[in-house]
């Protein structure tokens, strides 16, 4: 890993066609920490352009989406493409061709199973989101001002779960006490990103709770088909919130939250109280954190369910 003044050095020195990159189906801390580094860049009179999977409207309660290129990105000028909390290069949502004509690409990110494909790499697992880590990087070079603390308060507090994973640390709190004095509407943030729900993602979160079962060792898990998406409208972005909230029934130490995709795809997101589960998404090419992952793998969806419920048993039985 590069130093942060390295870090910083090949994000602002590196060209003026600057893009920023997050996962596909980006969450608050993807937003976030692309929202927060474009507008560092913008003081220094860079002008980044966020390419961006589709995410839900609720996480532009923090500024930052004039950033966002919407036309084909396919054909734009790359000096630098930066890459943010993406644990494998699969995730990455860019154009394959925009990824091969980058001049440098730079990898920020804070997971076990980063495959270090970046040109320059930084990743730092220790840190409970990768938005604490741009706040390590910016803090050093640029003043910190409301917008950015929003947008850094915005990944912190979502990645952490409102700060009661396991992940966070006296840093991530002290971090958004800085945050918080740089005028970071804590309040708001943590309302609007993880406590209000639209009507569609009432419904939808009713159906997944409808076919909700119970499992032996401890595990809940619940599946949604294609159907139930477009019975209800629901987007994968209305899906948030869902696996956390059947962890949280008593007696349950695993819940796994599977979804039908298109194109005979499978897409499961675990969380657990005590099974280490980035090690159950990893048998399906998926990673993640030890009580928090998700996979997206190509299978039957019956059998697809089957695989994901076999594998918790025998990972449930080693606990």
């Keep these: 890993m590069f130093s942060k003044d390295e870090a910083w050095e090949k994000i602002s020195q590196s060209g003026e066609n600057v893009i920023i990159a997050t996962h596909h189906s980006p969450d608050g801390d993807a937003v976030g920490s692309a929202f927060a580094l474009a ?3 913008r003081m220094l009179g860079i002008y980044p352009k966020i390419v961006i999977d589709t995410y839900n409207e609720r996480l532009n309660v923090v500024k930052g ?3 966002i290129y ?8 790359c000096d630098v493409l930066i890459m943010l909390d993406c644990g494998d290069v699969s995730r990455v949502f860019v154009p394959q061709e925009l990824f091969e004509r980058a001049k440098v690409s730079i990898n920020i990110d804070h997971h076990l199973n980063n495959g270090n494909f970046g040109t ?3 990743v730092d697992t220790s840190a409970a989101a990768t938005a604490e880590i741009v706040f ?3 803090n050093m070079f640029v003043p910190i001002n409301k917008y950015m603390a929003d947008a850094l308060y915005m990944g912190i507090v ?3 779960g409102g700060f009661k994973y396991s992940a966070t640390t006296s840093k991530t709190m002290e971090i958004a006490s800085l945050l918080i004095h740089a005028g970071a509407d804590f309040t708001r943030i943590k309302h609007v990103t993880m406590h209000s729900q ?3 993602e009432v419904a939808i979160f009713i159906r997944a709770l409808q076919n909700m079962k119970y499992s032996d060792n401890g595990i809940a898990y619940s599946v949604l088909t294609l159907a139930d998406m477009e019975e209800i409208g629901a987007k994968r972005y209305h899906l948030e919130g869902i696996v956390e909230y059947m962890l949280n029934i008593d007696g349950i130490d695993v819940s796994a939250f599977i979804c039908e995709r298109a194109n005979g795809r499978v897409k499961v997101s675990f969380r657990s109280h005590a099974i280490n589960v980035r090690e159950v998404a990893a048998h399906f090419g998926g990673g993640g954190h030890k009580y928090a992952a998700a996979a997206d793998f ?4 019956d059998e697809g369910v089957a695989q994901i419920l076999e594998a918790l048993d025998r990972a449930a039985v080693y606990v």
């Design 39 to 41: 507008q560092a860049l």
């Design 65 to 67: 989406k004039e950033f």
């Design 70 to 77: 919407e036309g084909d990105a396919s054909g734009l000028a």
């Design 120 to 122: 320059y790499n930084y």
């Design 136 to 138: 390590d990087i910016l």
């Design 158 to 160: 979502t990645d952490t």
């Design 198 to 200: 639209n009507r569609t």
């Design 298 to 301: 190509e299978a039957g969806f």
